[in-house]
């Protein structure tokens, strides 16, 4: 199995250059071969010196899915500096969206780890990748904005057809709350009974007109009867 192809060295020499492949394709039995990115990712690593650590493949797995098995192994890895440099076939083999493949950069960032996409020509550790770096966070950063102003208006729009918003009220029993107090049931008994929260029930005796000590009196007096 590709994802096998393991190129690794117990104490490697500090100044080679360790580089992760990661390839993706999104169905097995439609002809697609995760072969032809890796070879050109492999040649690619050959040209520049680099040392293969490992090729990750997940074969059958669709884009749209941030969790992977070997992107997950991948990350994992990063994350204890196996490796120093990502290299793809493309972002969309290995993203899914915009924030989803700025999130990983800003995480290869923070662990010191570079990042080449092999057909957008874009390598992070060259002023050009810096810009694109920072394209691709303005991108996101918008993409965001987008979504917090679609909510908004579309909260705007249902508060002007006279939509109700948020979790709908629950009826209260206010009499059963206070009968059930006190004929000395605890206040956590009442919410589970009358299905509502503790606080919800405190509340609502509260606001009846008998005060919160009478009916503690009369539970604890009805307790004692008992």
Known sequence: EMASRIVRQESPDPTTVRAAIYARVSTLNG????????????EYCQRRGWQ??????????????????????????AHERR??????????????SVSHLLRALETFNALGVQFVSLSEQVDTSTPTG??????????????????????RAGLRHARAKGKRL?????????AQIISLRA?????????????????TVFATAQRHHEPISVLTSMAESNRSND
């Open 31 to 42: 002809g697609q071969d995760p072969t032809m990115q890796t070879r050109e990712l492999e």
């Open 52 to 77: 293969i650590f490992d090729i990750y493949v997940d074969n059958g797995f669709s884009g749209k899915k941030d969790s992977r098995p070997q992107l997950n192994r991948m990350m994992q890895d």
């Open 83 to 96: 490796f120093s440099v990502v290299v793809v076939w493309r972002f969309d083999r290995f993203a899914r």
């Open 130 to 151: 810096k810009m694109v770096f920072t394209v691709l966070g303005a991108v996101a950063e918008l993409e965001r904005s987008l979504i917090v102003e679609r909510v």
């Open 166 to 174: 948020g979790r709908p009220k629950k009826s209260i029993d206010t």
């Open 183 to 199: 004929a000395g049931d605890s206040w956590r008994t009442i919410a589970r009974k009358c299905d509502v929260s503790v606080g």
